[in-house]
Nanobody, 123 residues
Framework: VQLQASGGGLVQAGSSLTLSCAVS????????MGWFRQAPGKEREFVAQ????????DYADSVLGRFTISRNYAKRTLYLQMNSLKPEDTAVYYC?????????????????WGQGTQVTVSS
């Protein structure tokens, strides 16, 4: 299973960005998918997740109401719509896939990871 994240960039505070994560190999519909991020000098943290069946989503408090996670089964792609971006959202964003776990914010529960895409929000 390979994950390819894209869509990052440099934007001003208050702007929007949409990240994408293309998944190849494996059975996309069997994976709970998540987004994590890592800012310089900080640990990688959970951002959002969507279950394998699309039935449930979960967000970190810091992004709730601003970010939306979604998935397209036909395109085998995961998305993260980010609105009202803040400088503190600056980080490398990683997509990840978890097999066998319905909902989890734990990095260790995710089996496959993308390479990351940089998001920089200027004030």
């Amino acid at each position: 299973v390979q994950l390819q994240a894209s869509g990052g960039g440099l934007v001003q505070a208050g702007s929007s960005l949409t990240l994408s994560c293309a998944v190849s190999g494996g059975t996309f519909s069997m994976y709970t998918m998540g987004w994590f991020r890592q800012a310089p000098g900080k640990e990688r943290e959970f951002v959002a997740q969507v279950t394998f069946d699309g039935g449930s989503t979960d967000y970190a408090d810091s992004v709730l109401g601003r970010f939306t996670i979604s998935r397209n089964y036909a395109k085998r792609t995961l998305y993260l719509q980010m609105n009202s971006l803040k400088p503190e959202d600056t980080a490398v964003y990683y997509c990840a896939a978890s097999y066998g776990v319905y909902l989890s914010r734990a990095r260790n529960d995710y089996d496959y990871w993308g390479q990351g895409t940089q998001v920089t929000v200027s004030s």
